[in-house]
C-alpha cells in the first residue's frame, strides 16, 4: 500500500469539496422544487414549503469555491494526471471508471489517483500563490 504525503491529502480533500458542492447544490434544487410542486398541489399551510435548504448567499459561496477547484484542476498541463484529475473529482467518475476511460487497468488507475495527488499537491502550492496576488 502506498502512502500519500499530507499535502495529497489535503490537496484531496480540497478536490473533494467539488462533489460535496454539487451535492449541496443537488439537495437545495430537489428540495425547493419538491416543496414548489407539493406546495401548489396540496393547500396545507406547510412551514418548510418553498423554504431553501441553503440560502442564495450561501450557493453562491459554494459555487465560487467550486469554481476555483475547477479552474485550479483545468490550468495543470495536458496529461494523464490532469484527466483523471478531471474525471474523478470534477466529472465524479469512480477511479475504476477513470481506468476505462483512460484505458488503463484498475491496479494503474489507482496508481495514477496517487501520482495526481502528488503531482497536484505539487502544484497547488504555486497556484495559490498566483491566485491571492
Known sequence: ???????ADETAQFLENYRFGQRMIEMNRYRSEYFLSR????SADDPDAGMEFIGEDDEAY?????FDIKRFVTSLP????????????IKCESVERCGELLKISRRSA???KHAALEYAAMRYKSYA?????
Do not use: C, G, Q, W
Open 39 to 42: 406546495k401548489k398541489n396540496h
Open 110 to 112: 489507482f496508481r495514477l
Open 129 to 133: 500563490k498566483k491566485t491571492d496576488e
Open 1 to 7: 500500500m502506498m502512502k500519500v504525503s499530507s499535502a
Open 62 to 66: 459554494i459555487k465560487a469555491k467550486m
Open 78 to 89: 495536458p496529461d494523464d494526471r490532469k484527466l483523471f484529475l478531471y474525471y474523478h473529482y
